[in-house]
């Protein structure tokens, strides 16, 4: 697990550069590649929220967002994550989704698609 900023990412490369504190310089990033991923979290704090479980439940508020897509991604370590996206293409190396659990320190999360054994998708 990498933690750290980044002032490069675009979901239409394959890689992005990471360094671990804002006052960092960029000579001094690590390239991160998409295939060496499973996901992008795009987080709160660092630290994270250990104390509490995350919720996959789908309750009848959060089904009601929007016109948006429904999704849930099954990753191949069997990890499982469910959120809204707007769209996604195969033929980029993922998606962006917004968990349903709004309390998660997760705020959004880039799925790398090549990390993804079984996705559903819903209205």
Do not use: C
Request: hydrophobic share 35%.
């Amino acid at each position: 697990m990498v933690k750290g900023y980044t002032y490069d990412f675009n979901p239409g490369r394959r890689s992005f550069h990471v360094i671990s504190s804002v006052r960092e310089k960029a000579r001094n990033a690590d390239e991160v590649a998409f295939s060496n991923l499973k996901a992008v979290f795009f987080v709160d704090s660092f630290e994270g929220k250990k104390e509490r479980p995350v919720s996959q439940d789908v309750t009848a508020d959060q089904a009601e967002i929007d016109s948006s897509i429904k999704v849930k991604a099954t990753f191949h370590d069997g990890e499982t994550m469910t959120g809204t996206t707007l769209a996604f293409s195969r033929d980029r190396e993922g998606f962006f989704m917004t968990p349903f659990d709004k309390a998660s320190n997760n705020t959004r999360v880039f799925v790398i698609f090549n990390a993804v054994e079984k996705m559903e998708t819903w209205k």
